[in-house]
């Protein structure tokens, strides 16, 4: 219900970008657990250093306002940054079908933090969508938890 309303051909780039964007990062949470005791630091700057490249074939360079840059680079620390760290740490710690699970509620809620932060009201297909991937991943985590504390 995310994509819902979308034209398959306009947004078929876009959605096999979304498709790829899901894919890398389930197997990123499998490789930080197999590779517990490596660090990642390397890895992780090499592969923002490579998106960002990526991403100039795709922008205006120079365009963002001073404003927009403060935005862009809060984005980058916190959202990026500060998510990723605690996203490693935990991944090392769990499951990687847990960790992509959790991963994966970075989409449906990020209508939720936009409507928080700058005051956008997400449609209600939106609300729905995200309502009902949220509430199955919870549940699917509250069960697994459930499980795991039986004797």
């Known amino acids: 219900m ?10 078929l ?7 790829v ?13 197999r590779y517990r005791e490596e660090s990642l630091l390397a890895s992780v700057c090499a592969a923002n250093v490579f998106v960002s490249m990526v991403s100039l074939c795709f922008a205006a360079p120079l365009s963002p306002s001073l404003r927009h840059l403060v935005y862009l680079a ?19 710690r769990v499951p990687a079908s847990q960790a992509s699970l959790i991963g994966a ?15 956008e009201t997400p449609s209600l297909s939106t609300l729905v969508g995200g309502g009902i991937i ?12 459930g499980l795991a504390a039986r004797p």
């Open 134 to 145: 949220t509430a199955s991943t919870v549940g699917y985590l509250l069960a697994m938890a």
């Open 74 to 92: 809060l984005f980058g620390l916190v959202q990026v940054g500060l998510a990723f760290a605690f996203y490693s740490a935990g991944a090392r």
């Open 13 to 19: 780039i876009g959605n096999a970008l979304a498709f």
């Open 105 to 119: 509620l970075e989409t449906p809620l990020a209508p939720f933090w936009v409507w928080l932060a700058f005051g």
């Open 2 to 11: 995310l994509v819902w309303g979308t034209d398959l051909d306009s947004d």
């Open 21 to 33: 964007m899901t894919f890398m990062t389930a197997f990123v949470a499998v490789c930080m657990r």
